[in-house]
């Protein structure tokens, strides 16, 4: 009870916070609300696209999430989700032409395999070589970040031709088909939601969740029950990059039907406010997911009706993630004032 | 009889938990007051609250007849009340003298030749013999205490309070504190000792028994026996434990050969350990903490690697097999530390007594965990051990360290068909609980099973081992059996006396 009453008194000061930008951009804020609400949830097309752009973000915010549960610092769901993205068009471009049926399996795989072996390259410098784990990812995301740059910059992957960096549109047969006709909702939001419930089940009633969860606890006490914990460890930032990798593989094939840079950035590090916003649960990252996909489709509207610049969003999502965080301190703890310190 | 230090109807709270309540007592100048009490009647509470640490929520306190009011440790000080923890803090780097009057200096200077004299005046003043220029990280843990209750003197205490002072002592330094305390007391300081251990308390003037945070009494210590002061403290008379001899086997279940094992810093912490522990006998390990029985017990429950030497258990070696491997042996294992090595705090009792067996199919259906067999099986536990709690959906976190420790057992006694390896088994619980965990040791030896129990109640080890092991830096100084061991001579095998210079 504490804690929803804490949630609703943060929204009601996010939402005043947010008023107070809104003025400060010369808007009206309700007018400013509405446009947002509309732009996201206005109609069909903008309920979809509201559900397009969250569908990276419940893939990330999941990745982090899993690793965060067992008190595994994974930053790196950013270059996870470009090497995933990197290593899905890789396995497809090489595959020649296929029909769909072949096409989609081994995009996901592709996407799979990419993102979790950075995740567990991060899990093996941990475990063998003792790397923070914060350290290597962040690490290794410049580095993948670079590598993509590297391709596409006149690289082996740069459109023939062209001028961006970008590789050519892909086949029509790779397209993820899309779920709701007239709209741009794609199969990759389904297997996000299946990516949800089976993490779900897995946290909560299998062996290696009770290990996550234990591990997310109190890891020495596995080790004194004899449990590998170096390969827990190694295992979760494997699952953890896979999830991340499937964001990345869903950007290219399901919404800009192209490999570029600039689409992929700042979806894993978003997750990251994503995982903890839904409180590191899979549902509660779905939620929040949606939430911040919502704010991302409705900026557009909001900027084109009342002219606030689109963005301000990611200040709208600091201040959410901000007022979220105080809301959960003041659920936990009880502030009170002491005359000295123990 | 001159009342130096008077406490008036104290009570303090914590949220639901009456830790103090209405609690009125004396200590008079050149008086040894004892307070006992089990863990959580509110012996702690009352002291921080002596010490500027808590403020009291209603009663007063009086020093010299001045009531007092302590708005935290400085103000304490101030009155005359100086204060020894259980865990020192010195800075290890500084000598004696630089710990004794860091933080007591006024203005910029410090003058530490006039320091100098001032502690030696002390020292000489109650017979103490403390090189002052030693580094501090350089002294035996008696020492150490010898300078933290120096440093309290020198801040001008004449009222010392002693947090469980010899928990870390050897018997030889706890009486060479004890005399200490006696001629501080000639000198006409009080002295509020705070402890569990009978044998200290009577050594006391007077002693006050609290319980549930409440004052039972305060009464002359010359006038009770010890099993009144027992019955006082926990609020019933107590059924001694006295284990029966019995024929131990000549049946090896572990051998331990020539085992070393080097730590991060290169120390060897086993160094060329032997020890054999035979089937249905409790092998006593008495030494005094940090000479190698954590690392020991760790060893052969597969949890450290050895470097040199070997480990059997029925004969096989398992100085390479993992601590699950050798769980599945038949070896229980109740670590010293119960929350950081033995329990994952989040957890259910019903998820804490499968940790470790969370694989095997007894407890899955399909790829999933079985929450209702878990959670009647857990059922059972609670019933079996009389564990405290709201249901087996409770988190471990919230039990008390009597029930917490009575869920490592459910787990653990339930493994150790062959083998019980148990390390301060009952370190910080009640006597009640303590009770019941020698008996459940007692029933696994009955039922032949190897017990190796280390622990630094020594009087405990006397009472429960059939023969007890002395280790002292990594070694066995020797092997006693039941009938020749008393507190004196294993106490100077503790130090590093080996048996035959003992005999």
């Not at chain 1, 009870?1 to 010369?26: D, H, R």
Request: net charge neutral; aromatic share 6%.
């Amino acid at each position: 009870m504490a804690w929803a009453g804490a949630i609703a008194v943060a929204a009601l000061a996010a939402v005043a916070c947010c008023s107070l930008l809104f003025l400060a951009a010369g808007a009206d804020p309700i007018a400013a609300f509405a446009a947002l609400a509309k732009g996201s949830f206005g109609s069909a097309r903008a309920i979809a696209d509201t559900l397009v752009k969250a569908t990276p973000l419940i893939l990330t915010g999941l990745a982090t999430a899993l690793a965060f549960r067992a008190r595994l610092w994974n930053i790196g769901a950013e270059g996870q989700v470009f090497a995933g993205a990197m290593f899905a068009y890789w396995c497809q471009s090489s595959l020649g032409p296929a029909p769909a049926i072949v096409q989609i399996p081994v995009i996901v795989l592709g996407a799979v395999l990419g993102g979790g072996l950075l995740g567990g390259l991060a899990g093996v410098l941990k475990t063998r070589f003792k790397v923070d784990e914060v350290i290597a990812t962040v690490m290794l995301n410049y580095i993948v970040i670079y590598v993509l740059s590297l391709l596409l910059q006149q690289g082996p992957w740069t459109e023939s031709g062209g001028f961006f960096e970008q590789t050519a549109l892909v086949p029509a047969a790779s397209k993820l088909p899309i779920l709701w006709e007239k709209t741009r909702l794609h199969l990759g939001f389904l297997l996000a939601l299946f990516v949800a419930a089976i993490l779900q089940v897995i946290i909560q009633r299998s062996p290696l969740g009770y290990e996550i969860r234990a591990a997310g606890s109190n890891l020495r006490a596995l080790e004194f029950q004899g449990v590998n914990v170096s390969r827990l460890v190694i295992v979760v930032f494997l699952l953890s990059g896979a999830i991340a990798g499937l964001a990345g593989a869903f950007e290219v094939y399901g919404v800009q039907y192209r490999l570029k840079s600039g689409t992929l950035s700042g979806i894993g590090y978003t997750g990251i406010i994503i995982a903890i916003l839904g409180q590191l649960s899979p549902r509660g990252v779905v939620v929040a997911a949606v939430l911040f996909g919502a704010l991302l489709n409705g900026a557009t509207l909001m900027q084109i009706k009342t002219g606030v610049p689109s963005a301000l969003i990611y200040a709208i999502e600091a201040i959410i993630l901000m007022f979220f965080l105080i809301a959960w301190a003041f659920s936990q703890f009880r502030l009170r004032r002491i005359d000295h310190v123990v | 009889m001159t009342v130096r230090l008077s406490v008036k109807n104290l009570s303090k709270r914590f949220g639901p938990v009456q830790a103090n309540d209405d609690v009125s007592l004396d200590v008079a100048a050149g008086e040894l007051h004892c307070l006992l009490g089990e863990n959580g009647a509110g012996k702690s509470t009352l002291s921080a609250c002596l010490y500027g640490l808590y403020r009291p929520d209603g009663g007063r306190i009086l020093v010299e007849g001045a009531e007092q009011v302590f708005r935290s440790p400085a103000d304490a000080i101030a009155a005359g009340i100086g204060m020894v923890h259980q865990h020192f803090v010195l800075v290890p780097t500084f000598t004696v003298l630089e710990n004794i009057v860091v933080g007591t200096g006024v203005g910029v200077k410090l003058d530490l030749a006039e320091a100098r004299k001032r502690v030696r005046a002390l020292c000489e003043r109650h017979g103490l013999e403390i090189a002052l220029d030693a580094v501090a990280e350089d002294l035996s843990v008696g020492e150490q205490q010898w300078v933290e209750i120096v440093k309290a003197l020198y801040l001008g205490a004449r009222i010392l309070i002693l947090d469980e002072p010899t928990a870390v002592l050897t018997p030889q330094e706890s009486d060479r504190l004890f005399a200490l305390l006696s001629r501080m007391k000639a000198d006409g300081l009080s002295i509020i000792l705070i402890s569990h251990k009978m044998n200290e308390v009577m050594r006391s003037d007077r002693v006050s028994v609290l319980r549930r945070g409440r004052l039972v009494g305060t009464i002359m210590t010359s006038a009770v026996t010890r099993d009144e002061l027992t019955c006082m403290m926990i609020g019933r008379a107590l059924q001694p434990v006295e284990a029966k001899p019995r024929i131990a086997s000549n049946v090896p279940v572990v051998q331990v050969r020539d085992a070393t094992l080097q730590d991060l810093r290169g120390v060897r912490v086993l160094d060329g350990l032997s020890l054999e522990l035979n089937a249905g006998e409790v092998l006593g390990l008495a030494g005094i903490a940090g000479n190698g029985q954590r690392e020991l017990i760790e060893a052969i429950a597969g949890i450290r690697r050895i470097d040199g030497g070997d480990i059997l258990l029925d004969g096989r070696s398992i100085g390479g097999s993992t601590a699950r491997d050798i769980a599945r042996l038949g070896v229980g294992h109740v670590p010293e530390d119960r929350f950081k090595d033995g329990l994952v705090p989040d957890f259910s009792i019903a998820e804490n007594v499968i940790l470790g067996q969370h694989w095997d199919a007894a407890w899955r259906r399909g790829p999933l965990l079985d929450g209702e067999r878990m959670a009647h099986h857990a059922n059972a536990s609670i019933a079996e051990f009389s564990i405290v709690a709201t249901g087996p959906d409770a988190p471990v976190r919230k039990l008390s360290g009597g029930n917490a420790q009575k869920v490592i057992l459910a787990r653990e006694l339930a493994k150790a068909t062959r083998c019980l390896l148990c390390n301060q088994p009952t370190r910080g619980l009640d006597v009640g609980v303590i009770d019941y965990v020698h008996n459940e040791i007692l029933r696994k030896r009955d039922e032949g099973v190897a017990v190796l129990l280390a622990s630094e109640e020594l009087e405990d080890l006397i009472a429960l081992s059939d023969r007890i092991a002395v280790i002292f830096r990594g070694r066995i100084m020797g092997v006693i059996p039941r009938g020749s061991a008393d507190v004196a001579r294993l106490g100077r095998m503790m130090a590093g006396a080996s048996t035959k210079d003992v005999a």
